[in-house]
Structures are given as C-alpha cells and as structure tokens.
C-alpha cells in the first residue's frame, strides 16, 4: 500500500480539527472516518494483478542518439486503472520521463513511450516496472513490480567516421580510379602509358615500347584481397581515462575507422578483441554488413582489470590468416606490460606480418610538462617527463625490432592509423 499526499492533507486537517475540538471522542470519530475513507478507497483500486506489460525496445542506438522504449500496459481487471508507472531503467540509459501517470479503462490498453538517452556503450538493462494503482479517492494505492525485462544495445559512436571520405579518396587516387593519377608501388600491374620526365625506368615495358615505337611505362596498383587483422586490448591498461573516455573507447574508434578503410581498399578485415582469452571476433567472411558486425561484437566490451595475455596473439593470428598480413595492435605503451607480454612474441609476428603497435597518448602529459611555476608543478612536470621519455623508449625499442608504431593523442590517432595504413599500401609492402 502506498500513502498518497491527499491522505497526509486529510490527516493535517483532523488534526487542527482535533485541536479545535480537543477531546477523546473527536479524535476517535476522526481515525475512524481516516481508516475507512483508506479501506474504501485501498477496495475500490484496481488491483495490480490484474495489469499486463508489453515492452518494445530498438535492438540497438548508437551512444548520444536519442531513443524511444514503448511500454503497453493492459488493464485486464474490471475496474479502472488509475494510477502510475515506473520504468526501471539502469541510470547510465539516461530515462527522461522513467514515471508517468495513467489512466486505463477495464479491458482496455494503453501505449506510453519512455524516452532514453544513453550515457554509456554497452547492453542497458531494465528488468522491471513498478506500477502503482489509485483509489478513486487518491487517498492511498496499491503497489507491485511486475517484471518486464529488456535490453538496449548501445553502439560505439565512431565519430572518427568523419575522416573516412578523405582517406578513402586518397585510396582511390593510388588505384587511379579518379583524375588524379598516382602510381602506386603495388605488384598488381594496372595499365600501360606514354612515358613522361621523372617515371622509373624500371617501369618501362620494351616490349610495348618495341611495338609502338614510343616509350611505354607500365602503372602498378596496390595489391587488392591482402589480410588485415585487428588486435584490441581490453586488459587493465585499457580502462584509464584519456581526457574524456577510456583508453578502450579511443582504440574502438581506431579500428573501426581502419577497418572501414581497408574494406574499401578491397581487404580482407578480420578483429579480434583479447585480454587473458578472446573478448569478441569478428571475421572477414561473415555474413552481413562489416560496420554493423563490428559495432555490434564491440558495444559489450569492457575493459579487464586483468593483465594481457599477449602469447595468444601469435596465435591467434594464425588461425585468422596463414598469409602475410597487417596485424594492427592497438594497446598501451605501458613499459612493463609490453617488456614482460608483447616483446617476447613479437619476433613471432615480424618473421611472417607487417606489424604495426598503436596506442593512445595522453595530451596532458605535455601541459604538466611544461607547467613548473610551483614546486608542486615542478615534481609534477617530472614525472610527466619520465612517462613520455619511457614511452619514447618503447616505441625506439619496437621500430628497431621492425614494427611501426603510432602513438598519437585521442582525435590524432584514428586518422594517423589510417594514414599509415595509406602509406603502407603506396609503398607495397602490403
């Protein structure tokens, strides 16, 4: 039962009326009266058993886009329903109007919607839905959760699509698909054409130059169907924060934008999201939409507070492709995870892959850096010192082994990654 603000009125006003007219009496009539106006009024609602819920939820929302969950509350009871609801919503699905009013008539049914604003990516959970059934009196109601569980996916944002256009452009310009004519260094051979001051001469075709008696160059393309495996860390080094979203959100954003570029490059993409054992998998022959398979394989992650397990990278590459293959990992430049994890196998990886390490770099370590007004500061810019000139020695320690490294801040990584990936396709060694 639930006490209504009519009931604590009536109560407020039997008490001035008992102090007005003080004596044993009065002030049993006036329970008496209370008591029953309740038991009428508790008789007369609508019982809560006699409600059944239906709920229709988006399978999935992209994170900041506004969303609608439909509950239909049906009234199967031959009394009126008079009363309210409360969806319950975890917090982080950002509910706008979770409590509304009703107002049902026996064997009838009603539509409301409850409007959602995601805060956080991942799957938002609602198990249940209080509702709340008012006498015709509103002195007081009958309560009751009645479960109606959904789940509401949200989807990585992928803001860094706005650089797909660009890059994949510049994709086009070394196939030669569009006016600007650039030649790639690729193996595939492409098109004859008249030679012109500053062409390899390696590219000459003499045979072709034989028969038309005028010089002729053969025009390569990057090599089409090559292999692009995505590694993701979702160990502990993933769920610090970088200004404004976990490290984890950042290398999403990352690989998703690569993984688009690629596909429209006409590679294969296959990823993989690891800590101790394989989070998510997303390989290229799937059925379906990549983009879609991707965010939807990525919305659940979350990062571990577990270290990485970087012996199954090896490994794992090997079962997504046997070939030579662009094996992007996207992780921390954490010094002694990567001593201890990563450089042991990493030898693995180089003998049969171009390998390429990207991680996120906090900007803020270059602000301390530069702050040294206090002493506080001063130990403060130290540190910031220390932790950029070991990532320095990291990345040195990963190139002259034979990887690429990108380390970039938040907004700089996802388009540098893709640059690289641009660079190494121009220059053949994909």
């Known amino acids: 039962m639930a006490i209504s603000g ?81 969806d319950g919503w975890q917090p982080s699905a950002g509910a706008l109007n979770p409590v509304q009013r009703m107002q049902i008539p026996a ?17 938002l959970h609602s198990e249940s839905v209080t509702v709340r059934s008012f006498g015709p009196l509103g002195l007081a109601a009958r309560q009751r959760t009645l479960p109606c569980p959904a789940v509401l996916r949200v989807l990585p944002p992928f803001h860094a699509k706005r650089h ?49 008696r005028d010089t002729v160059v053969r025009t390569w393309r990057p090599e089409r169907d090559r292999r692009v495996v995505l590694l993701l860390d979702t160990s502990r080094t993933s769920a610090a924060r970088i200004g404004d979203e976990p490290r984890l959100d950042t290398g999403i954003e990352a690989a998703l934008l690569l993984a688009m570029l690629a596909s429209g490059g006409a590679d294969r993409v296959d990823f993989l999201a690891f800590d101790r054992r394989i989070r998510a998998r997303v390989q290229s022959g799937g059925k379906g939409n990549l983009l879609h398979r991707l965010v939807s394989a990525i919305a659940p992650l979350d990062a571990e507070l577990i270290e990485a397990d970087f012996s199954l990278v090896p490994g794992a590459v090997q079962s997504v492709s046997t070939r030579r293959s662009l094996v992007v990992l996207i992780t921390a430049l954490d010094s002694g995870a990567l001593e201890e994890g990563l450089l042991p196998v990493l030898p693995q990886l180089l003998d049969k892959h171009v390998v390429v390490v990207a991680s996120v770099r906090d900007p803020e370590l270059e602000e301390l850096r530069r702050q040294r007004t206090t002493a506080t500061e001063v130990f403060r810019a130290a540190a910031a010192e220390r932790a950029l000139l070991d990532r320095a020695a990291v990345s040195a320690q990963l190139r002259s082994m034979g990887a690429e490294v990108v380390d970039e801040t938040p907004h700089e990584l996802p388009p540098k990654l893709a640059d690289l990936y641009i660079r190494l396709k121009a220059s053949g060694r994909l």
């Open 164 to 212: 797909l256009p660009s890059k994949l452009r510049r994709l086009r310009e070394l196939d030669g698909n569009t006016t600007v004519q650039m030649r790639g260094a690729g193996t595939e051979f492409d098109s004859l054409r008249d030679y012109v001051r500053g062409d390899d001469v390696r590219s000459i075709d003499w045979r072709a130059t034989a028969r038309r």
């Open 107 to 123: 064997h009838e049914a009603r539509r409301f919607e409850v409007r959602l604003l995601p805060e956080r990516r991942g799957d």
């Open 6 to 86: 009519r009931l604590v009125f009536l109560a407020a006003a039997g008490s001035v009326a008992v102090l007005l007219f003080p004596g044993a009496a009065s002030i049993t009539l006036w329970l008496v009266f209370l008591c029953a106006a309740v038991g009428v009024d508790l008789v007369a609602a609508a019982s809560p058993r006699s409600i059944t819920l239906e709920r229709t939820v988006p399978g999935s929302v992209r994170l900041t886009e506004p969303a609608a969950a439909v509950l239909t509350v049906r009234n199967t009871g031959t009394r009126p329903l008079r009363g309210s609801f409360r």
